[in-house]
């Protein structure tokens, strides 16, 4: 009887063992590293966001997500949302693949910055100040915001009325300037209408105060019909077609 215990009780310690160690581990088995991740996370950053390379730079958010691969590196393949702007916080999916196979996806979270000109004051500008080249400088700021009304360019200040009371190194957006009027409410003004070689020319009544390059409505004093004519210079104004 003794016997055939002994046999079977050794089958059952092995069958233990192995069972307690767990699954063998795959041979050859390697794990995309946290670098190779953030490498193609930058790169497709920088191949695709519309700002120059040297002007990007990204932060990571949380740990990296990491993939067992059978014998070798993982392909990655980054993706991003539909209208991606590439500045802010947002997120990209990475795919693991190992040749055409596909491993699982995990998602990145990233927050980008762009080193962008803007346009600042020299010193404080008084309100309804005409901007000068010497009240305005560009500087640049690593924003994470998109640049919607600020200046990047100094020329898009000078010449302009400022709308407020502006302190030293306040960053200038469109909304804090005002056209300095070229024409006037009640002004006559020549009206031009130009459409290939053919121009006429007439009198108008400007119903509002206009800068260069302004649309401002204006009275045609021969049909006493209200148009809307192009700023050009003193007295001038165009229509355009």
């Known amino acids: 009887m003794k016997r055939h215990i002994v046999?079977?009780?050794l089958a059952v310690f092995v069958i233990l063992s192995v069972l307690a160690a767990g699954p063998a581990p795959v041979y050859g088995a390697s794990t995309t590293g946290e670098t190779a991740i953030k490498d193609a996370v930058k790169k497709h950053i920088e191949d695709h966001a519309t700002w120059p390379k040297d002007r990007i730079r990204v932060e990571f958010l949380g740990a990296m997500p990491q993939a067992a691969?059978?014998?070798g590196n993982?392909?990655?393949?980054?993706?991003s949302r539909a209208g991606e702007h590439y500045i802010g916080r947002t997120s990209f999916a990475v795919r693991f693949c190992k040749g055409d196979t596909f491993i699982r996806e995990e998602t990145v979270r990233v927050r980008i910055e762009v080193l962008t000109d803007v346009v600042a004051g020299t010193h404080g500008i008084a309100r309804d100040h005409i901007i000068g080249p010497g009240d305005v400088m560009v500087t640049s700021k690593w924003m994470d915001t998109a640049t919607t009304g600020v200046l990047t360019d100094a020329g898009e200040a000078v010449g302009k009325k400022a709308a407020?009371?502006?302190?030293?190194?306040?960053?200038?957006?469109?909304?804090?300037l005002r056209s300095v009027p070229v024409v006037k409410k009640g002004e006559v003004v020549r009206v031009v209408l130009e459409s290939g070689p053919m121009a006429i020319?007439?009198?108008g009544l400007c119903q509002e105060d206009g800068g260069q390059g302004d649309l401002v409505r204006v009275q045609n004093l021969s049909s006493k019909k209200i148009i809307f004519a192009?700023?050009?210079?003193a007295s001038l104004v165009r229509v355009d077609f």
Do not use: F, H, K, Y
């Open 7 to 9: 046999p079977w009780a």
């Open 69 to 71: 691969t059978p014998s």
């Open 74 to 79: 993982a392909n990655l393949q980054v993706r």
């Open 164 to 176: 407020m009371r502006l302190n030293a190194g306040t960053e200038i957006t469109r909304q804090m």
């Open 201 to 203: 020319s007439t009198v």
């Open 230 to 233: 192009r700023v050009m210079a």
